[in-house]
T-cell receptor, first 116, second 113 residues
């Protein structure tokens, strides 16, 4: 049972335009969501996050939107740049005991290609 | 360099070999994780160590054996692996508060022949 899904394996956009990456989740206990970016031969790097008490979080060119009723979140990148080309992973976590490690459940990833 | 170092970066091993993957973090985090990334699949959580104690084992076969001697080091001992175990193995560290994300290492690309 995959609790976090990214239904688009790939996305291609033109430089300067908006990139929209989507993510759906099924577990209503998830209350914290993150996006990670991964270049080839590197580990994922943290990009932006959002708590379930918010519906939007913005950081420069990156904005994450959360729709709790639809169990859907999206990452907007505007304007898109060729250096944004990477695999983007959506991740979610649910509250646990303070002494336990937090656990992130990841989606399959979406390969974004930004064409010059 | 992200603060989480994994060695080796690449490893080719036979099905009868024994090898170990190493992960080291100097970020002061108190939790460490092993993830497996196979082609076109989500990152799969394998093991969680919190405060040097294993708190989760996600039904991982016994041919994978983790070890966390202290809060800065994490190992994954491998023996009698199968070709389908070939994947990118990622180590991550983090804090136990839910609001923190992980810091990942660059991973070890494992090929079992």
């Amino acid at each position: 049972d995959q609790q976090v899904k990214q239904n688009s394996p790939s996305l291609s956009v033109q430089e300067g335009r908006i990139s929209i990456l989507n993510c759906d989740y099924t577990n209503s206990m998830f209350d914290y969501f993150l996006w990670y970016k991964k270049y080839p031969a590197e580990g994922p790097t943290f990009l932006i996050s959002i708590s379930s008490i918010k519906d939007k979080n913005e950081d420069g060119r990156f904005t994450v939107f959360l729709n709790k009723s639809a169990k859907h979140l999206s990452l907007h990148i505007v304007p898109s740049q060729p250096g944004d080309s990477a695999v983007y992973f959506c991740a979610a976590s649910a509250r646990g005991r303070e002494t336990s490690g937090s656990r992130l459940t990841f989606g399959e990833g979406t390969q974004l290609t930004v064409n010059p | 360099e992200t603060g989480v170092t994994q060695t080796p970066r690449h490893l080719v091993m036979g099905m009868t070999n024994k090898k170990s993957l190493k992960c080291e973090q100097h970020l002061g985090h108190n939790a460490m994780y092993w993830y497996k990334q196979s082609a076109k699949k989500p990152l799969e959580l394998m093991f969680v160590y919190s405060l040097e104690e294993r708190v989760e084992n996600n039904s991982v076969p016994s041919r994978f054996s983790p070890e966390c001697p202290n809060s800065s080091h994490l190992f994954l001992h491998l023996h009698t692996l199968q070709p389908e175990d070939s994947a990118l193995y990622l180590c991550a560290s983090g804090q136990t508060r839910e609001s923190d994300g992980y810091t990942f290492g660059s991973g070890t690309r494992l090929t079992v022949v």
